[in-house]
C-alpha cells in the first residue's frame, strides 16, 4: 500500500495534495519514493488551461502498461479537472479507478479502497453550484482536513507551510471555470485558523502563506463582528514564532487602506502582493468581466507604493483574449510598463468549456499572434526585472533559506521539470510533491558535502541564491547582493 502524487497547478492544489496525503497515511498507506514503487498513482490537476488537462490524458494513456503489469494497481484522478470532467474521465481513460472532486478529498481513502475491493470505478464530486444553488453539497470543501498535527509529515519543509483561509470564488470572470470547479466563497472562522497557526507555531514554521482565490475578499461574520483580512493578519502577528506572513492571490477592488497599513505597520507581513491585473484596456476587462476599469487598478498601484514604499508588486496576464485587438494589447504593455512589476505571469489565452467567454465569444485571435504578443510581453517584463534586480547590487539583504538550488527532474509524464518562479510562456507541468520533499537532492554544483548552492527569499519575495551549507535550511540569514538577473540575486553569506 504505496502511494504517488502528481500534481498541476497552483498553490492550491499543492497544499491539496498535502491534504491528500495526510488522508493516506492515516489510512495505512505509505508515501513511495516513485511510480514504479506504487500501488497508487494520483494525479491532481488542474482545468485552467487546456495544455494542462492534455498533459494528463497524455500520462494516463503511458500508464496503461505500468499498471497492465502490476496487478491490484490503481489510478485516481482528483482536483479541477475531476470536478469539471466527472465520469468523461473514465470513458477517455478507462484506466482510471477514482475520481474524485476537490472538495472530497476526505473522501478519498474511502473510494480507493472500494476501488479495489470491487474492481469497479469510483466517483465522488460536488454538484453544479448553478443547478443546485442551495444544495449543501455544492460546498466543496471540508474543513475538517485542516489539520496541522496530520499535515506535519506532508509539508514539503518544516519551517514553511501554506493555511486556507478562503475557500471558491464569486467573481466569475467570463475567461475562468473556477467558480464552477471550485464552488461559492466561503471563509473560515479566524478561530480556526489563528489555531491552526498556533500549532504550526509550535511545529517550528516561521513562514506562513495564506490562501484563497481571492484572498484579500476574506470576511467573517459573526455575530456583529466582522474579520476581515487586515484583522486576521494583526492576530496572526501575535502568534509567537510567526516571522513571515504572505498572502495570495488577491483582487485589485479588494486591496484597500486598511489592508495595506497591516502589511505596512505589522511586523510579521511581508511587502508582497500578487494582484493579477489581466489586462490593460477597459475594452478587455469589460469583456473579461473583471469589474475594475484600468484607472482604478493604476490608483491601487499608486496607493501601494505610496503606503509601501518597498512593496514588490506581481501580476498575471492574459494575451490574445476574445476580439484582442493590437492597439488592446499595446494598451496592457503600456500598464506593465506603468506598474514596474516585480514580474508578471503571462498566459496566451486558452478556451475553457463551461465559461461564459466559451458560451457566448469567439476564441478569434491567430495562435502565432497570441504567441508573438505574449513573448513581447515578456520581454517587456523582463526589461523591468532586471532594473529592479540590479538595485540590489552591493546591498544586504536578509532571506529564508529554504534549501539546495533544484536541478531538472523527470516526473511521472517524462517530461523534465523546470521549478522556477520566473515568468514564463510555458504551461503548467508535472511534478511531485514527493520531488518537493525531497530536499535533500543534488544542488547544480554537484554533490559536495555539506556545500551547495542554497537558495531563499527576502521578505518582499526575491530569490536569492547563495554558496553556503545545506544545514542553514530555515534559518534567517544576511547576504551581500553581488550580481542580478530578472528573476534572481546572487549573493554571498555574511557570516555573523
Not at 497544499?15 to 498513482?41: M, Q, Y
Request: with cysteine; aromatic share 8%; charged share 30%.
Amino acid at each position: 500500500m504505496k502511494f504517488y502524487i502528481e500534481t498541476v497547478g497552483c498553490q492550491m492544489n499543492v497544499l491539496d495534495s498535502e491534504l491528500a496525503s495526510a488522508e493516506l497515511i492515516s489510512a495505512g498507506w505509505e508515501r513511495a519514493e516513485s511510480r514504479k514503487d506504487a500501488t497508487l498513482v494520483v494525479f491532481n490537476t488542474c482545468s485552467v488551461r487546456e495544455h494542462a488537462e492534455e498533459k494528463i490524458y497524455s500520462a494516463l494513456g503511458r500508464l496503461k502498461h505500468w499498471k497492465a503489469q502490476k496487478p491490484g494497481s490503481l489510478i485516481a484522478v482528483m482536483g479541477c479537472m475531476a470536478q469539471k470532467d466527472q465520469s468523461r474521465i473514465f470513458k477517455r481513460a478507462p484506466n482510471v479507478d477514482v475520481v474524485c472532486g476537490p472538495g472530497q478529498i476526505d473522501q478519498l481513502t474511502t473510494l480507493v479502497a472500494r476501488a479495489a475491493a470491487t474492481g469497479e470505478p469510483q466517483i465522488a464530486t460536488s454538484v453544479d453550484r448553478f443547478v443546485h444553488k442551495n444544495d449543501p453539497k455544492a460546498v466543496r470543501e471540508s474543513f475538517r482536513l485542516y489539520d496541522p498535527k496530520r499535515l506535519k509529515e506532508t509539508r514539503p519543509r518544516a519551517f514553511q507551510a501554506m493555511v486556507r483561509i478562503m475557500f471558491g470564488c464569486n467573481k466569475f470572470c467570463s475567461y475562468c471555470i473556477v467558480p464552477s470547479v471550485r464552488g461559492p466563497e466561503q471563509s473560515r472562522p479566524p478561530k480556526d485558523i489563528l489555531n491552526e497557526i498556533g500549532i504550526l507555531a509550535d511545529q517550528g514554521v516561521v513562514e506562513i502563506v495564506l490562501l484563497g482565490q481571492t484572498v484579500n475578499s476574506y470576511r467573517y461574520v459573526e455575530g456583529d463582528k466582522t474579520t476581515r483580512l487586515s484583522d486576521l493578519l494583526a492576530e496572526i502577528d501575535k502568534i509567537p514564532g510567526i516571522r513571515r506572513v504572505r498572502f495570495v492571490s488577491s483582487y485589485p477592488t479588494d486591496m484597500t487602506d486598511d489592508l495595506l497599513q497591516a502589511v505596512r505597520d505589522l511586523p510579521s507581513s511581508t511587502p508582497y502582493l500578487h494582484v493579477p491585473a489581466q489586462h490593460g484596456a477597459d475594452s478587455m476587462l469589460e469583456r473579461m468581466r473583471r469589474r475594475y476599469a484600468v484607472g482604478q487598478y493604476k490608483e491601487m498601484v499608486d496607493r501601494i507604493y505610496e503606503t509601501v514604499p518597498e512593496a514588490a508588486i506581481t501580476s498575471d496576464f492574459i494575451v490574445g483574449f476574445c476580439g484582442e485587438t493590437e492597439e488592446e494589447f499595446q494598451q496592457t504593455v503600456d500598464l506593465v510598463r506603468y506598474a514596474r512589476f516585480k514580474n508578471s505571469f503571462i498566459f496566451k489565452y486558452s478556451e475553457r468549456p463551461g465559461n461564459e467567454a466559451a458560451r457566448t465569444m469567439a476564441d478569434d485571435v491567430p495562435e502565432d499572434v497570441k504567441k508573438r504578443r505574449n513573448n513581447e510581453l515578456l520581454a517587456v517584463q523582463n526589461e523591468i526585472s532586471l532594473a529592479q534586480s540590479e538595485t540590489f547590487v552591493g546591498k544586504t539583504v536578509e532571506i529564508l533559506v529554504e534549501g539546495p538550488s533544484k536541478k531538472e527532474t523527470k516526473s511521472l509524464s517524462d517530461a523534465l521539470i523546470e521549478e522556477s518562479d520566473a515568468p514564463s510562456d510555458k504551461e503548467t507541468d508535472l511534478t511531485s510533491v514527493d520531488q518537493l520533499l525531497a530536499s535533500s537532492r543534488a544542488s547544480v554544483f554537484g554533490e559536495r558535502g555539506d556545500r551547495a548552492q542554497m537558495t531563499g527569499r527576502t521578505k518582499c519575495d526575491r530569490i536569492v541564491v547563495f554558496d553556503g551549507s545545506r544545514s542553514l535550511a530555515g534559518e534567517f540569514r544576511k547576504i551581500k547582493i553581488t550580481s542580478a538577473t530578472p528573476f534572481t540575486l546572487c549573493g554571498k553569506l555574511v557570516e555573523d
